[in-house]
């Protein structure tokens, strides 16, 4: 559809979900997630009397050419690209090509990896002419406001440095040099932002993986921001920073029901760091949502030393039917290493009131964390078995750039600078306990192997059959197994 006069187009890279998981072939077994971080800017920019546009890639298979064509039909003056580390190559080659199709076309660069890595980013890739880290929202804002002035003039907008440096979270070109701004302030208080513009994305296309849903449609969205923990691995508190912030409980009651009156949400999919790292709103929220009646059922990212039993049995009675845990290790040592903080039995016991809640555990595992060896990964698998969650996910360990193990990791291992391949799903990182990439890829597929094809874990998954729908989502579910092991 034509929209007239727009003002920026947001452009998350094409990305197949086959590519996405280490270029296994999983079929169509859904897993198509909203460009959450886009939607949320983009709504707030509409807020804000601009005219926007997203375009999900990999939701709506687009390929490069056909999104070239779509920029040519809308001449948008502003295009801003997102990209987490695994695709921001793919990024900065659209970019190449947008420059050299639409030269006077404001491009922009944000997301996961251009906070953490701003500078390379922008000196590395000339096709971009900004970058923005951090919260986006307002920074992006300023920088429409600011390029408007300038009656949306690439040339004039660029060389006037005063301008561009008086915009905090930016980084750009200054001469020779790359020049960055001062951090802006985090967004306080999140009830000023709107609900996310799932109005201009392909709602009916975002089914989630067969694992992460019970209902459709599915509505996904996030309630707070932050992550105050500190494992070496992880870099999300380089984005949205360590202090959380929430919505209030009455303001996402709200945007909940808008959800299920606008786009007829039956299930909410929460996609924060850790939902649940303040008891107090958490509890609030749960008994909010038991008041109102909502029906819907929802899941959400948890820790073990974030919940106790009272609180999972009043997030069930809220509709919580799905917990994603990080229990990573069935090793200690390999906990403390990655400085997780938690121990084997407060896994244990949350695990266990997880289930005896009725809420269904989700558990993520890591192969090939520093100082792991296959005997240790053994142990790892033996653990999941043992604790005999829902889903188990065995991810392979990838120290993502900025994080602490990122910085050590060649004290304890091999790592490869091929940026492309950091998906968790491909060996880029090997520690000195393992020969090659092949045997940890093989010591993952036999996780997979171990946990789910057990008949004990079989016939346990038909017991709970109870719909046609959960016959459908278990057939892709063997579907991505079958792609996954083989």
């Known amino acids: 559809m034509l929209i007239d006069m727009l003002d920026i187009l947001l452009i998350y890279p094409p990305l197949s979900i086959n590519e996405r998981y280490g270029k296994r072939r999983l079929g169509r077994v859904g897993g198509n997630l909203p460009p959450l971080g886009l939607a949320y800017i983009a709504s707030f920019l509409r807020e804000h009397k601009f005219n926007v546009d997203i375009i999900d890639g990999p939701t709506s298979e687009m390929t490069e050419e056909e999104i070239l064509k779509k920029i040519k039909l809308l001449q948008p003056k502003v295009i801003g690209l997102s990209a987490m580390t695994s695709v921001f190559k793919r990024a900065a080659e659209l970019a190449r090509k947008i420059r050299s199709k639409f030269p006077d076309t404001l491009i922009i660069i944000g997301g996961h990896h251009a906070s953490i890595l701003p500078i390379e980013s922008l000196s590395d890739n000339p096709s971009f002419d900004i970058l923005v880290y951090g919260e986006g929202e307002h920074t992006l804002l300023e920088v429409m406001h600011k390029f408007r002035d300038t009656d949306f003039n690439r040339h004039k907008f660029l060389n006037d440095y005063a301008i561009l440096e008086g915009i905090k979270g ?34 009916h296309k975002y089914i989630p993986l067969p694992n992460q849903y019970l209902r459709r449609p599915v509505v996904h969205m996030v309630s707070t921001r932050g992550c105050p923990f500190e494992c070496s691995f992880c870099s999300a508190g380089c984005v949205f920073g360590t202090k959380i912030r ?60 974030t919940l106790n039993r009272d609180i999972l049995l009043l997030m069930k009675k809220a509709g919580c039917w799905n917990i994603f845990y990080g229990f990573e290790s069935g090793n200690q040592e390999l906990l403390d290493i990655t400085g997780k903080r938690i121990t084997l039995e407060q896994i244990r016991q949350v695990n266990q009131w997880t289930k005896e809640a009725g809420i269904e555990v989700r558990a993520s595992f890591m192969i090939a964390l ?38 050590e990791a060649q004290r304890y291992g091999r790592i490869s600078a091929d940026f492309s391949r950091y998906n968790i799903w491909e060996a ?52 991505m197994l079958i792609g996954f092991i083989q």
């Open 370 to 407: 520093p100082g792991e060896t296959p005997e240790m990964a053994q142990k790892t698998i033996d653990f999941a078995i043992a604790l005999e969650p829902d889903y188990a996910q065995f991810c392979i360990t990838t120290p993502f750039p900025k994080t602490k193990l990122y910085e």
């Open 246 to 305: 929430a919505l209030s409980p009455v303001r996402l009651v709200d945007v909940i029901k808008y959800a299920k009156e606008r786009f007829g949400a039956r299930e909410i999919s929460f996609w924060d760091d850790c939902m649940s790292v303040n008891k107090k709103w958490i509890i609030e929220l749960c008994q909010l949502m038991v008041e109102e009646k909502l029906n819907v059922t929802w899941s959400c990212y948890s820790r073990v030393d």
């Open 428 to 479: 880029v990182f090997i520690p000195y306990g393992y020969r090659n990439k092949a045997q940890i890829e093989a010591m993952e597929r036999m996780a997979v192997h171990k946990f789910y094809l057990r008949p004990r874990y079989i016939w346990g998954r038909i017991r709970k059959i109870r719909s046609f729908t959960d016959v459908i989502r278990y057939l892709k579910g063997l579907r």
């Open 170 to 203: 930016i980084t750009f070109r200054k001469i020779n040099q790359i020049k960055q701004t001062f951090p802006r302030e985090a967004i306080e208080d999140l009830d000023v932002l709107p609900p996310p513009a799932w109005d201009i994305l392909p709602m």
